[in-house]
């Protein structure tokens, strides 16, 4: 009999631009202080990209050939790549199709994943799909957003939380138990009104009037989107663990989205893991949306270990939000 096919990441790649904005740029540009930053969100400074015509996918490609490198492949020999994004380079076409474009992997069709900060989660499950149909062998999944080019740099309650950044993963069959292991997603629309972008879309095409009234920014209600967020994190990682009779020591570390510290920290301690296992890159990233779990991944790359037990957890703008259980591969 053929032994069950699962989804096992085998390589990542990362990349964060060089431009830090620390908070004390941040305190000479709006009414603000390191110091509240620090407490309300983890946040010591954010990677923006910096430069002319440069968007998402000028971090997604770099990212992409970095695991390729690191795995010995060549990008034609990807199948399929998704990317999860917020900030597309256009509307149409997808991003997917410009990355795979320029990084030469002309063997691979791809497609977009729009679920805001839980966007990562949702294509990593979607591609684990079509590995595990037996059908793909080279999935990547990028988790990438330019959120510089939707914040609005005079709004104090947004501006000290996004960054910019890109991470990739390379999906592969595995045939000995390793690798995604289960997997909850949710949503429920009606929290759209908490966090959006209210122009730029069909309902509110751009306009002059939409750009005087900066309506193609980041709009977010903060304490509703934190107090759905902290509930929406720690029941699904809970669940998760629940359900597949996991307690905290089984869990090697806890790979949440970095959108605010205290939201991390309510979700470990609803799990009961402790401190030294959750992955934490907020203070230098800040929040880049889809890139924060893979860029996770790929700064704690080093130190995991195969066979460990991974608890991946977003919540975001939708709402969206969801956890997945992986057995790390290598
Ligand atoms: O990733 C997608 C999902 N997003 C999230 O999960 C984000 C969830 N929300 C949050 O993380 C937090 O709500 C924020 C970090 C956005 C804000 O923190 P907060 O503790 O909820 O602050 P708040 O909005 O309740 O504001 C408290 C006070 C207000 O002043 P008053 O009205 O009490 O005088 C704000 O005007 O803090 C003020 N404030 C600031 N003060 C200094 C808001 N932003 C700033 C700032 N610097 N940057």
């Known amino acids: 009999m053929s032994k069950k096919i699962t989804a096992a990441i085998t390589a990542i790649g990362g990349f964060v631009p060089e431009f830090r904005l620390t908070n004390e740029i941040l305190e000479t540009m709006v009414d603000t202080k390191d110091e509240w930053i620090v407490s309300r969100t983890g946040i010591k400074e954010r990677r923006i990209l910096k430069g002319e015509g440069l968007g998402t996918s000028d971090m997604a490609a770099p990212a992409v050939l970095e695991l390729c490198r690191k795995r010995g492949i060549d990008p034609s020999e990807i199948d399929m790549l998704l990317c999860a994004t917020t900030t597309p380079d256009f509307v149409f076409p997808a991003t997917a199709n410009i990355i795979t474009d320029k990084i030469g992997a002309k063997n691979a069709f791809g497609y977009d994943i729009q679920a805001a900060c839980s966007g990562f989660i949702y294509a990593l499950v979607t591609g684990s799909k079509f590995i595990e149909s037996g059908q ?10 330019k959120m510089s080019s939707i914040v609005d740099y005079s709004d104090r309650s947004t501006c000290i939380i ?21 997997s909850i997603l949710r949503s429920d629309g ?3 009104v908490y966090l959006h972008q209210k122009a730029g879309g069909s309902v509110k095409p751009a306009s002059h009037k939409t ?18 967020a902290v509930k929406g994190m720690a029941d699904v990682s809970a669940e998760i663990m629940e359900r597949n009779n996991l307690v905290a020591d089984d869990v090697a570390w806890l790979v949440p989205h970095q959108a605010n510290k205290r939201i991390i920290d309510a979700t470990a301690r609803r799990m009961g893991v402790g401190e030294e296992k959750i992955m934490m890159t907020i203070q ?21 270990k195969k066979g460990d037990n991974l608890i991946l957890a977003a919540f975001g703008g939708g709402f969206t939000w969801g956890s997945i259980w992986l057995k790390w591969a290598y």
Do not use: M
């Open 211 to 228: 750009v005087d009234e900066k309506e193609h920014f980041v709009f977010q209600d903060g304490q509703p989107v934190f107090k759905f």
């Open 162 to 182: 996004f960054g910019d950044g890109a991470g990739a993963v390379l999906l592969e069959p595995n045939t000995e138990g390793f690798g995604i292991q289960d």
């Open 284 to 304: 230098k990233f800040g929040n880049t949306t889809s890139g924060t779990i893979p860029l996770c991944l790929w700064d704690y790359e080093k130190i995991l």
């Open 190 to 192: 009606s929290g759209r």
């Open 136 to 145: 793909y062998k080279k999935v990547v999944i990028v988790g990438a957003d």
